[in-house]
C-alpha cells in the first residue's frame, strides 16, 4: 500500500521535479558557450520546463478548488480527495467516495470508469 500517494501530491511533486530539471537543462547549456546555438536551445528547453511547472501549480490550484474534503479514518486527518478513489495526503491510505468500491483492493482505473 506504500506505492499510493495523493493525486494532489503526485502533481505537486511533478511539478517541483520539473523545476529542477529546467534548472539542470539551463546549466548544462552553460557548458555549450562555445556554441551559440546549443546553448540557446537548452536555455529555451530549461526555461520551458520552468514555465510549464508554473502552469502545472495553476492547474493544482485550481483543481484543489474541486476536490471533496474528507476525514481520513486512519488519521483522522482532513484530506483532499479528487476523482472517486484517492489517497490520503498525510497516510496513503486509500480511500473512496463509492460505497461499492469500500474494501475492494485500490484501483486508479476506478476514476475511469462510469458508474
Ligand atoms: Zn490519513
Not at 546549443?38 to 511547472?53: E, K, Y
Request: hydrophobic content about 50%.
Amino acid at each position: 500500500m506504500l506505492s499510493f500517494t495523493s493525486k494532489i501530491n503526485k502533481i505537486r511533486t511533478f511539478a517541483l521535479a520539473l523545476v529542477f530539471a529546467g534548472i539542470v537543462i539551463m546549466y548544462i547549456g552553460l557548458f555549450f558557450r562555445v556554441n551559440q546555438f546549443v546553448m540557446s536551445a537548452f536555455m529555451i528547453l530549461g526555461f520551458l520546463a520552468i514555465i510549464a511547472s508554473t502552469i502545472i501549480y495553476f492547474w493544482i490550484g485550481m483543481l484543489s478548488s474541486k476536490t471533496i474534503q474528507v476525514t481520513c479514518p486512519e488519521c483522522n486527518k482532513p484530506t483532499k480527495m479528487l476523482g472517486r478513489v484517492d489517497a490520503c495526503m498525510h497516510c496513503n491510505e486509500p480511500l473512496t467516495l463509492d460505497k461499492s468500491l469500500e474494501g475492494k483492493e485500490f484501483d486508479q482505473a476506478y476514476n475511469k470508469k462510469r458508474p
